[in-house]
């Protein structure tokens, strides 16, 4: 959390100033009790019409200038906080964008999002009402108690006893209620989870005929469920009624000591009423500082939780080396590891693929393929070997330069938020619409677009509105758009039918930038053409070569093409 | 949500609680008991304090009479209170449970129309989150309205009682608290919501830059993506700044309102005090009492808000409570005297929505054993045949006949066992490996499963698991392989074997090895039983006794490999495109 604070920078001055209004408005508070008994003492005593009126109006006074003070406070408070969180998205935003695959794989998405939205507000909300509560609320109780002591020693014991007893009665309950309230949630939890799990597998759990089980299961659990919050709110139904009782003991107290030190001529009875105010002030402020203190722990859990993420690095260099690659693309016996992972997802791979040449990669699921492709524009290093593009390593080119050559269509398609044309942009910001046309019609979208409306035509988050099938072929566009020296296809033409797919091929085989093209695929018929096939094997690279040689040299590739085209009718062609 | 309905909601929500009806009476007295006691302390503390007046005039005898009168009504006031919230924990978690199970319980009897045409997150925040909210809303917010509104009345009663004049001053001021507090509270509500708005705004663009992180890097698009982020971030940063200084307004002014009451008591009361109109103790009371009485205003009207809300939450679980469950199976049900497997499908009628008609006049004969290859592009409607098998749907003409019996005679359940089904979105429910296969036969032994494993292909993964058939399976089957999944399913199947099976051939999501698994134990399954098979191989389809070739949902052709080829229709281009090259 100590890290997160240099985002304050610049509201050092609000930092302070928040908590000391705050401060003033208490201060102010804890006269009215005192001006109350000058009114009894003086006022009432003596039958001053003028001054009974004069200290009313002073209260009246004293309640305006803290109000004046408490709005000044909160707004101090608010902007520092929401000055803070905003700088701390930012940050949080731009590490996200610069972390590397490895980075982003080991974190997850999930926790990404997590940390950037509900993390940040937590602690914003905790940084708000730290400056806004941090200061008043102890300062009211003990204010109170100082107050009391100047008022009378004694008396002021009293006191002691009571905010002892309160913070052992609010703090403890609070603490012995805490894991408590936690079970309560992972009860609450299992309930989703159930839920959840009924709806998910509704037509295999009917199949089976498995309805009274699972209705007997979520019973078992509400009523764990029940018996927990039971438990709690037992418990933390102790602290309303134990804190008045605490409080009125010590009221009956207060008025015992004061009756005594009023017989001795010490107290007035003014100053006995001025004490019992005190008292009642108390008790609210207490229960606030709790709920601060609670809230300040969760907001630095959430903080840390930040900072953490800001502390992770990316531990990839960029290289200086910005001449433009051509096309060609060597491995030199790479291996390649993720991180935690036991065994190397690729090991000993070399293979030279030269401008304007398509590469085949295929294997099974967790072969490989994916890898093999992302480590070409450097979205992982490889743990031992060398990458080269056009003779020098990959590590030692500019990132930038270097993927901007690349055209790379991802397993996943995804589209963005915005408009078709805006979405092909991101391939080359300069492209002109003649040339966006063009990279549609190759990858053989330009029917998609006319009939969704052309390149104006909304596209909804994350490519909603648009089939797998679609999706796929627009971010073949969207990679086609920068004419790049390499175009990489990892798995993108799945969602295809055979015949558009074959289309495609041919359309990228007759580009006029012509590309040095991967093509990764589990269908044996997307590869088969390519003037060169990777065969990948649980890492390994187990054959290479043209389909015919690969045919008769490779049992691992005739194994997958004989499973997608059955011998006899093979034979035929 | 109109008046009318609100009444109609509170009398199903009271219908409900109509066995806790005296547990809320009690928490009524209770709470009745705590007020009076919190209200009488206020009042013997004055009296105490006119027995203190100055040296010489303090009366020992009569402080320690009322102070044991104030301990008592500490003790008494403290047990009240704390009886009270046991009677509301008893109240609002036995409805909550209760509530929750009837809504688990009548989402197995809905029918799947209902559930595929509702979101699943939309249905889960009805059983969970909205019956948390009309529990704590309604039975909270109704206790504490009771406690606040009596609490106003018995502070009110007391002061015009001590003296009407000071109490006229105090419900004269009053109120502009809650003017205050509700002047700010509708201006800082458009402030909020256009505050949610971009917060709102700005999840999404995280969402979507976090899902989509590794194409923006492929792009090198992380500056233009920041450049929007800092626009929403700035944005955000002027709306929360207005929504929270704003709304943190409420407390301090709601404190000078009291000030100001405080100070009016003040005034009034030392005046009359002076001319011995009261005594110093009824100031005392008198200003505590002030401080007592603006509380319960605040809380009331945020009670009111809160009520509304928890009536609200409460309607959308009465919804789903009352969304209309399947037709229950007949009184007396008809099933075959044996099942063979025989299916004959008489001129099957069936459309999701009645615009768009789907099946319309499709018959066709399964004798038992039969292979019966089901091929289309992807999205034909395959789907649509296992509903109306399984009878998740019912056709709206035309009738099932299994081994000569109408399916609509026969109870789900024993339909539901005759036919085993493995899909290609397998689903696997959180527990073990073992639990797992025993779905459809929890009583089996762990030999039978072991057995069904082996069947299926699946021991030689299970037993390299590092708790072999006893390891754990997380929701929607965790860390096993696509392939794995399915093999689980199939074995799952294998362990009950009904005389008929619906099976979804694997596509190009599982590589070729766990592939020829699948098939090895998919022919196993099928040996002497009546199958429907989703076929996406070659060899599958050519084998199949009967084809049927769906398109966009319909049934467009049907027939053996051959005739349909000499037909030269749909099939003949779809095996064109797909298998000749």
Request: proline share 3%.
């Amino acid at each position: 959390m100590t890290k997160l604070l240099k985002y304050m920078k610049g509201y050092g001055r609000d930092c302070a100033l928040g908590p000391l209004f705050k401060l003033l408005e208490a201060v102010f508070e804890l006269l009215i009790p005192l001006v109350v008994a000058q009114i009894v003492d003086v006022g009432v005593a003596a039958g001053d019409r003028g001054f009974i009126v004069r200290m009313c109006l002073l209260m009246v006074l004293l309640g305006l200038v803290g109000l004046v003070c408490a709005i000044t406070a909160q707004y101090f408070a608010a902007r520092t906080a929401v000055g803070f969180a905003a700088r701390v998205r930012h940050a949080v935003m731009a590490h996200i964008l610069s972390l590397g695959y490895t980075e982003q794989d080991a974190l997850g998405g999930a926790t990404l999002v997590t940390r950037m939205t509900s993390d940040i507000n937590q602690v914003q909300n905790g940084v708000n009402l730290t400056l806004r509560l941090l200061l008043r609320s102890p300062f009211v109780v003990f204010g109170a108690m100082i107050m009391a002591f100047t008022i009378d020693f004694q008396a002021a014991l009293v006191f002691v006893v009571l905010i002892g007893a309160l913070c052992l009665v609010v703090f403890g309950i609070m603490l012995v209620t805490m894991p408590m309230y936690r079970r309560v949630q992972v009860g609450l939890d299992g309930i989703t989870a159930a839920t959840r799990e009924n709806l998910a597998g509704v037509r295999v759990l009917r199949a089976f005929c498995k309805e009274d089980d699972q209705i007997r299961t979520f019973s078992q659990r509400t009523e764990v469920l029940k018996e927990r919050q039971l438990l709690a709110g037992r418990v933390s139904g102790l602290m309303n009624p134990l804190t008045f009782a605490i409080l009125n003991l010590a009221v009956a107290a207060l008025i015992q000591v004061g009756a005594l030190r009023v017989e001795a001529g010490v107290l007035t009875q003014g100053l006995v009423v001025a004490l019992y105010n005190y008292m009642s002030q108390i008790l609210v402020e207490l229960v606030k500082m709790a709920n601060l203190i609670i809230n300040m722990t969760k907001a630095a859990a959430c903080g840390n939780r930040v900072q953490a993420l800001l502390e992770v690095q990316a531990l990839q260099t960029d290289g200086p080396d910005t001449q433009l690659p051509q096309g060609g693309v060597e491995f030199r016996n790479v291996t390649a590891s993720y991180a935690g992972a036991a065994a190397p997802a690729l090991e000993g791979i070399s293979f030279l693929a030269r401008p304007g040449q398509t590469i085949g990669v295929i294997g099974g699921t967790g072969s490989g393929k994916t890898t093999l492709v992302n480590l070409i524009p450097r979205f992982y290093d490889a743990s031992s070997g060398q990458v080269l593009l056009d003779g020098r390593p990959v590590d030692s080119l500019n990132r930038q330069t270097l993927r901007r050559e690349i055209g790379m269509v991802p397993q996943r398609s995804e589209l963005f938020q915005g408009t078709i044309r805006e979405n092909l942009l991101w391939g080359d910001g300069s492209a002109t619409d003649e040339e966006l046309w063009q990279a549609l019609e190759t990858a053989q979208a330009s029917q998609v677009v006319r009939d969704k409306g052309g390149l104006d035509s909304p596209v909804s988050q994350g490519g909603a509105n648009f089939s797998g099938g679609q999706r796929q072929r627009l971010t073949i566009a969207r990679a086609l758009v920068r004419k790049p020296r390499i175009l990489i296809l990892d798995d993108s033409a799945s969602a295809l039918d055979y015949a558009t797919d074959a289309r495609l091929r041919g359309a990228i085989q007759n580009l006029p930038e012509k590309p040095t093209v991967f093509v990764v695929s589990q269908r044996a018929a997307s590869v088969r053409y390519a003037d060169q096939i990777l065969v990948l094997d649980e890492g390994k690279l187990v054959g290479q070569g043209s389909h015919g040689e690969l045919l008769a040299s490779c049992p691992v590739y005739r194994e997958i093409y004989y499973s997608q085209f059955p011998r006899e009718e093979a034979a035929h062609e | 949500m109109n008046e009318q309905n609100q009444w109609q909601i509170l009398k199903k929500v009271l219908l409900r609680v109509r066995r806790h009806l005296w547990k809320i009476a009690a928490s009524l007295v209770l709470a009745t008991g705590y007020v009076a006691m919190s209200l009488r302390i206020p009042i013997l503390v004055g009296q105490a304090v006119d027995q203190i007046v100055a040296p010489g005039d303090v009366d020992f005898a009569a402080v320690a009479a009322i102070l044991s009168r104030i301990l008592l009504c500490a003790a008494l006031g403290a047990v009240s209170q704390w009886l009270m919230q046991e009677m509301n924990n008893r109240t609002v978690y036995r409805v909550t449970q209760q509530i929750r199970e009837e809504a688990f319980r009548h989402l197995q009897r809905l029918p799947l129309s209902y559930l595929d045409s509702h979101p699943q997150g939309d249905i889960v925040s009805r059983v969970v989150a909205d019956v948390d909210s009309f529990a704590d809303g309604l039975l909270m917010g109704f206790t504490q309205f009771f406690t606040g509104v009596t609490t106003i009345l018995g502070t009110l009663g007391l002061m015009l009682a001590i003296r009407w004049q000071i109490a006229l001053v105090v419900v004269g001021i009053t109120p502009v608290s809650l003017l205050v507090a509700k002047f700010i509270a509708q201006r800082t509500y458009d402030l909020f919501r256009e505050q949610t708005a971009a917060q709102g705004e700005q999840t999404a663009l995280i969402n979507e830059t976090v899902g989509g992180l590794k194409t923006v890097q492929a792009f090198s698009h992380e500056e233009a993506t920041l450049a929007d982020f800092d626009k929403i971030n700035t944005r955000l940063e002027k709306s929360a700044l207005k929504a929270i200084f704003y709304s943190s307004i409420t407390n301090p002014s709601t404190r000078f309102v009291n000030a100001l009451v405080y100070a009016g008591v003040g005034l009034t009361g030392a005046l009359s005090a002076m001319t011995g109109g009261i005594t110093v103790g009824n100031l005392t009371s008198f200003l505590s009492y002030a401080n007592q009485y603006t509380k319960p205003f605040n809380e009331i009207s945020g009670v009111v808000a809160e009520l509304q809300n928890s009536l609200a939450c409460a309607g959308r679980v009465f919804q789903l409570i009352e969304a209309p469950a399947m037709d229950p199976d007949p009184q007396e049900p008809a099933r075959p005297a044996k099942f063979t497997g025989g299916v004959e499908i008489r001129d099957l009628e069936f459309s999701y929505t009645p615009e768009k008609p789907l099946i319309r006049d499709f018959s066709l004969s399964v004798r038992p054993g039969q292979r019966v290859a089901i091929v289309g592009p992807t999205g034909c409607g395959k789907t649509t045949f296992i509903n109306l098998l399984m009878r998740f749907y019912d056709p709206q003409g035309g009738r099932i006949l299994l081994d000569g019996v109408d399916t609509q005679t026969m109870s789900r359940r024993a339909l539901r066992r005759s036919v085993g089904m493995v899909l290609q979105d397998t689903w696997l429910q959180s527990g073990t490996v073992a639990e797992n296969i025993a779905m459809g036969k929890p009583e089996a032994t762990r030999a039978e499963i072991i057995a069904a494993a082996k069947q299926a292909h699946a021991h030689g993964f299970i037993r390299r698991l590092p708790q072999g058939y006893d390891t754990p399976i997380g929701e929607s089957g965790g860390a096993l392989s696509q392939g794995q999944k399915q093999l689980l399913c199939i074995a799952r199947v294998m362990l009950c074997l009904p005389p008929m099976l619906f099976l979804d051939e694997a596509t190009s999501s599982i590589d070729t090895r766990t592939e020829l698994q699948v098939q090895r134990a998919f022919d196993a399954m099928m040996a002497g039983r009546t199958s429907f098979i989703v076929a996406h191989r070659l060899s599958t389809i050519r084998e199949a006794d009967i084809i049927l070739v769906m398109k966009d949902g319909q049934i467009i052709e049907q027939g053996r490999h051959e005739e349909l080829l000499r037909k030269g229709g749909f099939y003949f281009e779809l095996y064109n495109s797909q298998f000749a090259h």
